[in-house]
């Protein structure tokens, strides 16, 4: 398993918990999707429609509220997105086969993008691009940044970090890594908070040839950073192409940093967390370093 906190899903069972509270998809194929999510293990439900069902153990009724919250997300988000995203359609509630609630919504059609599919692609580079600023035109509503993950203060993660380079030193090489965390902490805001998806890996990027077709798993998005987005330019692109992007987005060298710093917190999680149980996870992280060193002098 992937977590410490993680709850079994019977696939079997959860086939039966989906028709039994939703039987009119009694006559559909109900599959489980291979090895993607690390936070939900997601079943296709026929042509149209997918059940999400959370990984990581919590009471039904904190279940409950982040599914509602969830929900609320991605629908503000499907209002900004210039691709097709998954809309809510309801919730499944708890049994003893499964002791949470749980999601269905709609099926995107797309294939996900990998960390080096479409690195070379001006034009999949391009469409990250608008993304990121379709999402950035949204209003936040006086909204603010909510406190949870990535977003905010980067000094807020030095715990994380230390807990990160501890764990990678038979990995990676660590003082180097803890020589570039020293110097991107400090880098300062860019400017207010903006709407964004809060986790644009390649996991959650579907295309269709080189093009961005839709976009899964928006239900953090929300106010935070203007850089948290930019993650993406190193998870996904070449160096040319993260340049595309930066230029489409007219961004300085501050705000461009910050989003390194970003990428880099969150590439350092994965690379010793998911070692043995999600190795394309942890093969992202490793991909992500080695981009950020090609643009980062340490």
Not at 192 to 214: C, F, K, T, Y
């Amino acid at each position: 398993m992937m977590h410490d906190d993680q709850v079994h899903i019977d696939a079997d069972a959860i086939r039966g918990m989906i028709i039994d509270q939703f039987p009119e998809y009694r006559h559909e194929r109900i599959e489980q999707l291979g090895l993607t999510g690390t936070v939900s293990a997601i079943f296709r439900v026929g042509s149209s429609v997918a059940a999400r069902f959370p990984l990581r153990a919590m009471t039904p009724v904190e279940c409950a509220d982040m599914l509602r919250r969830e929900a609320a997300a991605m629908t503000e988000f499907a209002r900004h997105s210039p691709v097709a995203t998954p809309r809510p359609l309801g919730f499944g509630q708890p049994s003893e086969l499964y002791p949470m609630p749980w999601a269905i919504q709609t099926w995107v059609e797309g294939v996900p993008v990998t960390p080096t599919s479409l690195a070379p692609s001006t034009a999949f580079a391009l469409d990250i691009a608008n993304l990121i600023a379709s999402l950035r035109a949204a209003d936040t509503q006086g909204r603010h940044f909510d406190g949870q993950g990535r977003g905010g203060n980067l000094p807020d993660h030095d715990d994380w970090m230390e807990v990160c380079f501890m764990n990678s030193e038979a990995l990676l090489d660590v003082a180097r890594l803890r020589r570039l965390w020293a110097r991107l902490r400090e880098l300062p805001r860019s400017g207010p908070d903006v709407m964004s998806h809060r986790d644009l890996i390649p996991a959650n990027l579907l295309v269709r040839g080189e093009r961005l077709v839709g976009v899964l798993d928006a239900g953090n998005f929300g106010p935070a950073d203007p850089a948290l987005d930019l993650v993406a330019a190193w998870h996904l692109l070449d160096r040319d192409r993260r340049e595309v992007v930066r230029s489409y987005l007219g961004l300085g060298e501050l705000e461009w940093t910050r989003g390194a710093a970003w990428a880099f917190q969150q590439a350092m999680g994965l690379v010793w967390y998911y070692e043995h149980t999600h190795p394309s996870m942890s093969a992202l992280g490793r991909n992500t370093i080695c981009r950020l060193l090609e643009d980062l002098v340490v």
